[in-house]
């Protein structure tokens, strides 16, 4: 079975994980692809539920001042917010825009969710079909960026934050009830983009049709997409130059031989971690691999998706959404950047 460029035998990511019936309630657990997992988390790690009930869990993000874990809930239009010992409880209602009609809105709450420099949030927001900052104190809202050349996004789905303050984020149709041929959708394109601060939104691809997860290397000279597209599914890289600028695309990692008719996911949300490390999910749960896309394990949420993950506590937790939970394991690596 070929991953990217390498090749491993056994077939071991291609398991099929039952997914007809989530009331099977399929254990978590780690598989270990190579020995250089144990770099990353002991052995005998182990994958614990903080949180459930939800309808669909998205766009983790920590909050150090706060000890707290904000995480979206798209469909729900809430931003709930788990601390330890407290357990999950409402942040934010509505997360996303208020009032939308469900015939033409899939999505009308916040997708992916970050922290900026200033301890504000920025966020994805589906809804609203815009870039807003949120202030958490006062949850003050501000529209940053919601079009590109004086037409209104699909529905901003995830975004990484760069040290300058640039914003990079994807923009596909998922939010729509009808996707590319809904009546809403102005943009003839689902696209790849940069903000700055004080500018306007600058298209980096728009030749994609499911552009998803977003991630930057910690040099901030790669930007990591993940595209959700079945028939392209997998991580791709645009180098960066000094001033943000994208280079050619190239396939990092093709997830379409992971793909399977039981098998849940697909590569959607992602992160990197301070080593270069990349955490990315993908059909069958959250694959873990180098720089180089060596896969090095894979964390299944049983029969259920793991659709996005950030790095919490003291940067050697990760938290991981999947479906209707979310998830935590403890690292051996710090993930934060410095």
Not at 63 to 88: C, E, M, T, V, Y
Not at 89 to 95: E, G, M, T, V
Not at 112 to 122: I, K, Y
Not at 257 to 262: F, S
Request: hydrophobic share 40%; glycine share 12%; proline share 8%.
């Amino acid at each position: 079975m070929i991953f990217g460029r390498r090749t491993f035998m056994g077939g071991a990511l291609a398991v099929p994980l039952a997914t007809k019936a989530w009331a099977a309630d399929l254990p978590a657990a780690i598989r270990r692809l190579s020995p250089g997992l144990d770099r990353v988390m002991a052995p005998n790690a182990a994958i614990e539920t903080i949180a459930s009930g939800i309808q669909w869990a998205e766009g983790p993000v920590w909050l150090p001042d706060q000890k707290a874990l904000l995480f979206s809930d798209p469909p729900a239009n809430l931003i709930r917010r788990w601390q330890a010992g407290r357990g999950a409880a409402p942040f934010l209602s509505p997360s996303g825009a208020p009032g939308t009609d469900p015939k033409l809105i899939r999505e009308p709450g916040s997708n992916g969710l970050a922290l900026g420099a200033d301890g504000a949030l920025r966020i994805a927001d589906s809804g609203t079909r815009a870039i807003t900052r949120l202030d958490l104190a006062s949850k003050r809202r501000t529209v940053l960026v919601d079009r590109y050349r004086g037409k209104r996004f699909n529905s901003p789905n995830d975004l990484a934050i760069a040290r300058s303050g640039m914003i990079y984020f994807t923009d596909p149709p998922y939010g729509l009830v009808d996707g590319d041929a809904s009546p809403l959708k102005e943009l003839d394109h689902n696209g790849v983009y940069r903000w700055a601060p004080g500018g306007e939104a600058m298209l980096l691809d728009g030749t994609l049709s499911r552009p998803n997860g977003v991630a930057l290397a910690p040099d901030e000279r790669t930007l990591y997409l993940a595209v959700s597209d079945k028939d392209v599914a997998g991580i791709y890289a645009y180098p960066l130059d000094t001033a943000g600028d994208v280079g050619d695309r190239r396939l990092l990692f093709d997830a379409r031989p992971m793909l399977g008719k039981d098998v849940p996911g697909i590569t959607d949300g992602m992160k990197v971690a301070a080593d270069g490390t990349l955490f990315c999910s993908a059909p069958g749960g959250l694959l873990i691999m180098t720089p180089e896309a060596e896969p090095l394990g894979l964390i299944s949420a049983g029969d259920r998706p793991i659709a996005n993950c950030c790095f919490g506590e003291d940067g050697r937790t990760l938290f991981m959404t999947a479906s209707d939970r979310v998830l935590r394991v403890t690292l051996r690596i710090n993930g934060w950047r410095a």
